[in-house]
């Protein structure tokens, strides 16, 4: 059974830093197209940041650009989100998503992690 494992999730005041890392079971994922979401109490769950499986090509929903990085290692079959400048309205369950073709805002996704907490207070 493939899994996804987010990990690197947690309180942090606003303005901080966070890195979230998340490492697939499954060698065959390492060529899959990898990205984040996230779901906020009472919202639907949003796309945040996508990456190609060769790590050529990324995107970023607007409101995360500048701020977030999202990159990868199919060494170690990993996907990593660098998140800085937290805001408050950030405050979410983040998840871990893979595909075998593309992970995007409106693309269907095969695979998904179980989350990590991200809280940021003000």
């Known amino acids: 059974q493939v899994q996804l494992v987010e990990s690197g999730g947690g309180l942090v005041q606003a303005g901080a830093s966070l890195k979230l890392s998340c490492i697939a079971s499954?060698?065959?994922?390492?060529?899959?197209?990898k990205g984040w979401f996230r779901q906020a109490p009472g919202k639907e769950r949003e796309f945040v940041a996508a990456i190609s499986w060769s790590g050529e090509r990324t995107d970023y929903t607007d409101s995360v650009k500048g701020r977030f990085t999202i990159s990868r290692d199919n060494a170690a079959n990993a996907v990593y989100l660098q998140m800085n400048n937290l805001g408050p309205e950030e405050t979410a369950v983040y998840y871990c998503a893979a595909d075998p073709v593309v992970v995007g805002a409106r693309d269907p996704v095969d695979y998904w992690g179980q989350g990590t907490q991200v809280t940021v207070s003000s």
């Open positions: 499954d060698r065959t994922l390492s060529r899959f197209a």
